[in-house]
């Protein structure tokens, strides 16, 4: 890249950034909206917890769908789509009277939210980087923990000073449109995007002069050939990639569902507390995601998923054996920068070991996979606690899971380059 670029380059990961916090954030509306709406409207705690099932289910479903979308127009069409959408479904959720359109109108939200998020900001910062990968993806991730800091007790304390749920979803329709507009105006979804018309020598190589340059720092494989999806996943390295980032997907839904009733009802802890504790966890990810990402462009992103999958089960051992505060928060911090580095790392061993061109798609697959595992978390964690009477048997098998987890992405060397993998 030139100095051009390279300056270019920072303005693209501030406003991928920005773009990912404030989606992140308006999404993290509606579980503080949709109770307040249910209370209004007279639905059932089953009636709108519907929605999130749907949610759950639509952003495994279509991530192979978004990702297709993102390698076909690029991530900046897949931004502005998507942050159109949001922008569009929040605003009709102020007019909504029937549970029936909640559920339609969270589909809108879901479908946008996957378009503008996680597979759109990997290909770009893919298409950007390479000896800084990891670490610029790790910051344009933590947007989303920001954002559900920030934008959650906002959306929260409009509610309470309107009076009324009903503008707050126009504030976050508002709020929605700035990803949309800086993806017409600022980002670009390539450093030959910002060349001058007529510099035909230079298209194309921007990237792979950065790569000859550090590709090779701190031993870090990264691929030189651009797989396609189909012979990606055929490789042992994606499934078990996949199985172990299903793995963490699965332990923090158990944890997400069941840790308050779990610190309340067997360790006797006050309500308030265990709710502030399930909040910090998601604090303490961004953590997680800054470090990863910087760990993961000087150690093999394998190596550092492993340990954190094992940090998780750590926290979880620290969980049914500790009974103090103490043990309490150190369970929050590790558990949430373990899940909030995969988070991060995943998508980057997806970049490193089958390129850019693709890695959206690939990834979407892989996705698949995760969301799938994950949604078992909170039903088999509950089952064992509905036939035991207790919830330890269910966390001593999650505290065994991050084991396999951690040994299956250990094992998940890189996968041989085929000539039918290039373009």
Same mark, same amino acid.
């Given at each position: ?68 979308? &993102? ?87 409009l509610e309470g000073a309107l009076a009324s749920w009903r503008p707050v979803w126009l504030v976050l329709a508002g709020l929605a449109v ?200 909170? &039903? ?44």
């Amino acid at each position: 890249m030139d100095k051009h670029e390279k300056k270019y380059g920072y303005i693209i990961v501030g406003s991928a950034f920005v773009a990912y916090l404030v989606v992140a954030g308006t999404y993290y509306g509606l579980p503080v909206l949709v109770p307040v709406m249910a209370a209004d409207l007279g639905w059932s705690a089953t009636a709108f917890g519907g929605a999130f099932t749907i949610l759950g289910l639509l952003l495994g479903a279509s991530a192979p769908l978004v990702g297709k979308v &993102v390698v076909r127009f690029g991530p900046r069409a897949a931004i502005l789509m998507g942050s159109l959408l949001m922008t569009a479904a929040l605003s009709l959720l102020s007019r909504t009277r029937a549970i029936w359109e909640l559920y339609l109108l969270v589909i809108g939200v879901g479908l946008g939210f996957g378009l503008a998020t996680m597979l759109p900001m990997q290909q770009l910062i893919g298409n950007w980087f390479v000896a800084r990968r990891s670490t610029f993806l790790g910051v344009v991730l933590s947007g989303a923990g920001l954002g559900g800091m920030v934008i959650a007790p906002l959306t929260s304390s409009l509610e309470g000073a309107l009076a009324s749920w009903r503008p707050v979803w126009l504030v976050l329709a508002g709020l929605a449109v700035l990803p949309a507009l800086l993806a017409l105006f600022v980002i670009k979804n390539r450093p030959e995007d910002v060349r001058p018309r007529g510099n035909a020598a230079a298209q194309g190589h921007g990237q792979e002069a950065d790569r000859s340059a550090s590709g090779g720092r701190g031993g870090v494989y990264r691929s030189e050939h651009a797989w396609e999806m189909k012979m990606a996943i055929r490789t042992r390295a994606f499934w078990l990639l996949a199985s172990a980032g299903g793995i963490m997907f699965f332990l923090l839904q158990g944890v997400m569902a069941h840790q308050v009733a779990y610190l309340v009802e067997e360790i006797g802890i006050e309500l308030t507390v265990a709710a502030s504790a399930l909040g910090l966890i998601a604090g303490s990810s961004v953590l997680g995601r800054l470090g990863s990402g910087w760990l993961g462009d000087r150690i093999e992103p394998r190596l550092v998923i492993a340990g954190l999958l094992l940090l998780m089960s750590s926290s979880l051992v620290l969980l049914l054996t500790g009974g103090s505060l103490v043990t309490l928060y150190l369970y929050v911090a590790f558990f949430g920068i373990g899940y909030g580095g995969i988070l991060v790392l995943a998508p980057g061993m997806v970049l490193n070991y089958y390129g850019p061109a693709h890695s959206a798609a690939i990834m979407g697959v892989a996705m698949l996979t995760m969301m799938f595992l994950g949604a078992l978390g909170g &039903v088999v964690v509950g089952g064992i606690r509905d036939t035991l009477g207790t919830y330890v048997p269910a966390f001593v098998l999650m505290v065994g899971l991050g084991v396999v987890g951690a040994l299956a992405v250990f094992l998940a060397r890189p996968p041989a380059p085929r000539v039918d993998a290039t373009q």
